[in-house]
Every structure is written in structure tokens, then in C-alpha cells.
């Protein structure tokens, strides 16, 4: 049965443009650019960044890349500052090099040498000579044992069975003595070694899980977070064995990530919230960054404090300025994390990648899921990320300590034969809000601003989850755009582009020309024939082909040895 539909579906006003102060940045290198924490130079100019093999040099001003250095044949895991114009990194296997900031030319190559040892989990550079390097634990798996390697001397174990994450061990406090402390996290404990004067100690506290640690440049101060959202301060640590501590706590899920300002004064934080929080050390006050698109994994602060660094687990890297806004980014390919919270059952419920691939006939790029309620397009040709689409334009909700909470996703994507237009079904469910919602987006590529503009927004397209999404290919999809969608609520529907113009504006946008079904069977896949003018509908067992343009089922195809549904 098929019937008409009359009823538009009006667009968004085009004239209220949806626009943002954050400059983003194509990043040539796609993968992973926040698993280790970035680096800034001496001079705060520029920021360097770790991923996979390579580390790219970046200008804070600008957030343009200026250097890819490309000599490394493992996985970097640290970065450090050696001099003003001196870069050192270390790859998995021990291997340092040294490089020229300023030109990206290799200065020197040298290996770690510590006994029996050939893989290396992170590094770090107090200076002086000595280098700090995590490797595997002779008897606990998932932990690490801390070396201090300097040229003069054989290498000397400082700790066992240490967390191996790069914000479990930090070293500072230099008093103006030369002195060095190194600090490191158990479970439930830090291991303190001050190296200059031979002093160890080991303080616990309640049975929270420590997460990050970190130590004043020149003070004997440090501070750690833990997994119920808590920051201490401890005063005094290296000498007491029942240091004074200050209790800080906003952060409701686990501390990710804590980090002293250049001159000491001030605190940052953050964690699964999304927002960053500024204390002022000694005192009650404090400032928020809300609403930073993703968790943040690590802090860093340029020596002229003017700006900080925040890795986030959407790969990517923002700025935030001295008046505390984010005003440039660095974006990386995003991992989908797999869907949670979805009132139904459906396999989609595991699904890391629910949209698929999908081919952009424009730009020859490939769009699919970023992160929850994004859309991202690929460019495989030049492993290049084109950029980052928020298609839900929804504040991304944050789980809490037991419970999950369900942000918006996007399940389907479909792209017309010349790429012009785009089409996107979101939907938001949880249970515990007994709220379900779904829309199906239509979005113009606008030239000018090289990216796309909703025209038009339709509410449950659906009564029941939409399960493909089809343009029509061929003249006549380009002529006459056309969409097609089907559903477990026994339908397809024809979305056309229709005349909406009104007293106000001239525009057009889409609606529902037919809705139909076929023996009140469940449409499984959707397809169209090359040239557009056969469309094939499978409903369970049985493949129905129609005529798009005047809606007539031309015939049934079936097969008696096919019982289940065709996908």
C-alpha cells in the first residue's frame, strides 16, 4: 500500500548561521596525537606532539604545522625539552634522538642502555644528564619499574611496580640546590625518592585509587588525584612521614589529569566532566572551562603561562588562553567509542562504527562516526582529516559515577551522487529519562564556507529505528533529488526536495512525498539500480522492485531455499 503525503516539513532559517571562534586545523598525520602528553619549547612558540612514529612540530599561534620529524622506527613514548632550540624523544626501544627545533634536522642518535631491558613504556627528562624511563615489571603485569639513567654512571632502579601511564610519575621541587625528587603512584600509595639527598618514603591514604600525580617546579609541594574525584595537596612531603594536606574537590568522576602553573601559583585539573578547572593554590577560588567536547587526558603549561595545552580522548589538542577560552585546536582522526546507554537491544548497541563508510563523491574523502553526535570525513589519499561535523549540535551529556549517561548519536549517513547534499539520522534514547527521540537532518554543502548548512530537520522520520538510508543515484537523482528511507515501523519513505519559499525568503527543503509498505512485512536493505530508475526494496525474504518516479512495484523476486531476512 502506498499513500501521499502532503505535509512539509519546513527547514531552519539559513540566514541564523551557526558559527564558532575556535580555528581548527588540518593535521596531516591522522592517528593517535594524545596518547603521550605534548611538549611546549622554551620560548612557548611552539608545541610538540607525539603520534605513532612520527612528532610534529606545531606554532601555538597558529596551530599550523612546521616540522615532521620522521627518523624513529618504534612508537614514540616521551618528549622533552633538552635546550632552547633542542628537542629529545625516545621510542619504544630505547632509542633517543635529538633534533633541531628550529630547521627539524636530526643533531644525534643514542640508545638506552639498561640491562636485560628492551622495551621502554615512558620517558622523561629532569635535565642534568639524567633521563627517567618506565619499563616492563619483573613480576606484576600492567605495571612498570622507574630507572634513572645518567651517561656517568650505571642506570639505578628507583621504584617497582609503578602505574606505567605518563601522568603516574612526575618529578620537580628543585629548591635551588640542584636537588631532584621523583614521585611515582601505586594503587592506593605514591613512592617519593629524593634523589639528591637519598631520602625514600611512601604515603597512603584511604582506599581511593590514585590516578595522576604532580610536583611544584621549585616548592616541595605535590598533588595527586584520585578516582572519586579528589585532589590533594600535600605541603612537605619529602621530609613528613604525615605530610599536611589540603583536600580539593569539585570533579565527581576520576582526576585524569593535574598540572602546577609555570611560576606555582595556580592548579589545573580535569577529567571525564569535559571542563577544566583552575584552583588558586591556598585559597577557595576557582575557574571553569566547561564544555570542552571531550574528556581531557592531559594538561600541560607553557613556561610563559599565556597559554595551556589540554589533550582531550577525542584526539584532539586545544589552546586556552590567558582569559581562560579555548582558541585553537589541533584535531586527529576520532576513535567511536561503542554506544551506551540505547534504550534497545539491536547489535548497534556494540557498534564502534554505526554510520559505516561512506563514500563523498565531492571531495573523494569517506565520512564516519567521531565522536558521539560528530560526523567526520577522511581523506585517504592524503591520510588527512577534512574535517569535523557536529551534526546533533547537542551538549555532550557526562556519565556519573553509576550511571550512564546516553548523548546523541548518529546511525545513519547517506550522500547524493554529487555530494551536494547529505543526509543524517540521529537518535537519543535512555531509559532511565523514559525519552526517545530521532531526526533525520538534511544538509547543502555551501562552497564558501567549504562545509554543510542544515536545511532541513524532521522529526521521528519513523516511528521505529530507520535501518538504510539511500539517495538516488543516476540523471534523475540529480535532477530531481531524492532520498529514501526504511524502518522497522514496516515503511519506506520518499523524501523529495520541494519549493518552500514563503513571504519571508526563497528557499527550498525535503519532504515526505510517499510512505509505503509491502504485506505489512519489515523492510531489511535498500538499493537502486545504476542509472537510478529501478529501485529494490528487500522485505524479509522477498525483494521487491519499484519504478521511483511514479511509485509502481514492477515485480517480486524470491527464493525458496532464503528464509532469513536479506541484509
Not at 516539513?9 to 596531516?28: C, E, F, H
Not at 631532584?180 to 581511593?208: C, E, F, P, Y
Request: aromatic share 8%.
Amino acid at each position: 500500500m502506498v499513500k501521499m503525503a502532503n505535509k512539509k516539513t519546513r527547514g531552519p532559517d539559513k540566514t541564523q548561521a551557526n558559527t564558532s571562534d575556535i580555528v581548527v586545523k588540518k593535521l596531516d598525520d591522522a592517528t593517535d596525537i594524545v596518547r603521550q602528553p605534548p611538549v611546549f619549547t622554551n620560548d612557548s612558540k611552539y608545541i610538540c606532539i607525539a603520534s605513532g612514529r612520527q612528532i610534529g612540530i606545531y606554532s601555538v599561534e597558529s596551530a599550523d604545522k612546521v616540522h615532521s620529524l620522521e627518523e624513529h622506527t618504534f612508537d614514540v613514548i616521551g618528549l622533552a625539552i633538552k635546550d632552547d632550540n633542542i628537542l629529545l624523544s625516545c621510542d619504544a626501544s630505547g632509542e633517543t634522538i635529538e633534533w633541531n627545533i628550529n630547521n627539524g634536522t636530526t643533531l644525534k642518535k643514542a640508545p638506552l642502555v639498561v640491562a636485560g631491558i628492551k622495551e621502554f613504556h615512558s620517558f622523561h627528562y629532569p635535565g642534568n644528564g639524567k633521563v627517567l624511563v618506565a619499563t616492563p615489571s619483573t613480576y606484576t603485569t600492567n605495571m612498570s619499574s622507574l630507572w634513572i639513567v645518567d651517561s656517568h654512571t650505571r642506570p639505578r632502579k628507583l621504584f617497582a611496580d609503578i602505574k606505567s601511564t605518563p601522568h603516574s610519575i612526575a618529578f620537580g621541587c628543585n629548591q635551588g640546590n640542584g636537588s631532584l625528587v621523583v614521585v611515582a603512584l601505586q594503587d592506593h600509595s605514591v613512592v617519593v625518592k629524593d634523589i639528591t639527598n637519598g631520602v625514600d618514603k611512601k604515603h597512603m591514604t584511604d582506599q581511593r585509587k590514585f590516578t595522576c600525580v604532580a610536583l611544584h617546579s621549585e616548592k616541595l609541594i605535590m598533588a595527586t588525584g584520585d578516582i572519586s574525584g579528589r585532589i590533594l595537596i600535600w605541603h612537605d612531603f619529602v621530609h613528613k612521614s604525615r605530610p599536611v594536606k589540603t583536600v580539593y574537590h569539585w570533579h565527581t568522576l576520576p582526576v585524569n589529569s593535574v598540572c602546577f602553573s609555570s611560576e606555582g601559583e595556580y592548579l589545573y585539573s580535569g577529567g571525564s566532566e569535559k571542563v577544566m578547572v583552575k584552583w588558586r593554590l591556598g585559597m577557595s577560588r576557582k575557574q571553569f572551562l566547561p564544555r570542552m567536547g571531550s574528556s581531557i587526558k592531559y594538561i600541560v603549561n607553557a613556561p610563559d603561562n599565556i597559554c595551556v595545552a589540554t589533550s582531550h580522548s577525542d584526539n584532539a589538542i586545544r589552546f586556552i588562553d590567558s582569559t581562560n577560552k579555548i582558541n585553537r585546536a589541533i584535531i586527529g582522526l576520532v576513535k567511536h567509542d561503542p554506544i551506551r546507554g540505547f534504550a534497545d537491544t539491536e547489535p548497534i548497541k556494540e557498534s564502534v562504527m554505526p554510520t559505516g563508510l561512506v563514500f563523498d563523491p565531492r571531495s573523494h574523502g569517506i565520512f564516519f562516526n567521531a565522536q558521539a553526535g560528530f560526523l567526520q570525513l577522511f581523506d585517504p589519499q592524503k591520510n588527512s582529516l577534512i574535517f569535523n561535523m557536529d551534526v546533533a549540535n547537542r551538549n555532550v551529556l557526562t556519565d556519573e559515577r553509576n550511571l550512564v549517561i546516553g548523548n546523541a548519536e548518529v546511525l545513519r549517513v547517506a550522500v547524493s551522487p554529487t555530494g551536494e547534499w547529505l543526509a543524517t539520522l540521529e537518535v537519543w534514547s535512555n531509559m532511565s529519562a523514559g525519552y526517545h527521540d530521532m531526526n533525520l537532518k538534511f544538509w547543502r554543502y555551501d562552497a564558501v564556507q567549504a562545509n554543510y548548512e542544515l536545511n532541513t530537520d524532521v522529526t521521528m522520520p519513523h516511528q521505529d529505528r530507520v535501518t538504510a538510508l539511500c539517495f538516488q543515484p543516476g540523471l534523475l537523482g540529480t535532477e530531481m533529488p531524492c532520498l529514501v528511507s526504511i524502518g522497522r515501523d514496516l515503511k519506506f519513505k520518499i523524501w523529495r526536495l520541494v519549493d518552500d519559499t514563503d513571504i519571508y525568503r526563497q528557499k527550498e527543503s525535503w519532504s515526505c512525498d510517499v510512505a509505503g509498505d509491502f504485506r505489512k512485512l519489515t523492510p531489511s536493505a535498500l538499493s537502486f539500480s545504476e542509472d537510478g530508475s529501478l529501485m529494490a526494496i528487500a522485505f524479509q525474504d522477498t525483494v521487491t522492485l519499484w519504478d521511483p518516479t511514479s511509485i509502481n512495484l514492477n515485480t517480486t523476486l524470491s527464493h525458496t531455499l532464503v528464509q532469513e531476512p536479506i541484509e
